[in-house]
């Protein structure tokens, strides 16, 4: 069975730092590209970083420059880093596996992890 559980939720303060990880089995994880996404209340998921097979990253442009997101294939995980955190920055974040297309595989999403920032 294929199973992503996020971890490293909570509540924190502006300014202050996270790192959310996500680990993974029943997927050969080196061949996805995998991704945080957060959806705050009353609005819509939205990617917030990804990571490729070759570990390009992609960032949305709210959180470049204090996200970072990482990968290990040797244990199955992918981790985002948060620093000088905002409120807007409060959501639910999720993580997903994408296969390559020629795979012929489905994505995967973990259930999700809350991150509060506020005084």
């Known amino acids: 069975q294929v199973q992503l559980v996020e971890s490293g939720g909570g509540l924190v303060q502006p300014g202050e730092s996270l790192r959310l990880s996500c680990a993974t089995s029943?997927?050969?994880?080196?061949?996805?590209?995998m991704g945080w996404y957060r959806q705050a209340p009353g609005k819509q998921r939205e990617l917030v970083a990804r990571?490729?097979?070759?570990?390009?990253?992609n960032y949305a442009d709210s959180v470049k420059d204090r996200f970072t997101i990482s990968r290990d294939n040797t244990k199955n995980t992918v981790s985002l880093e948060m620093n000088s955190l905002k409120p807007e920055d409060t959501a639910v974040y999720y993580c997903?596996?994408?296969?390559?297309?020629?795979?012929?595989?489905?994505?995967?999403w973990g259930q999700g992890t809350q991150v509060t920032v506020s005084s």
């Open positions: 997903n596996a994408d296969p390559p297309r020629e795979f012929g595989l489905r994505e995967y």
């Open positions: 029943g997927i050969q994880f080196s061949i996805y590209t």
């Open positions: 990571i490729s097979r070759g570990s390009i990253k």
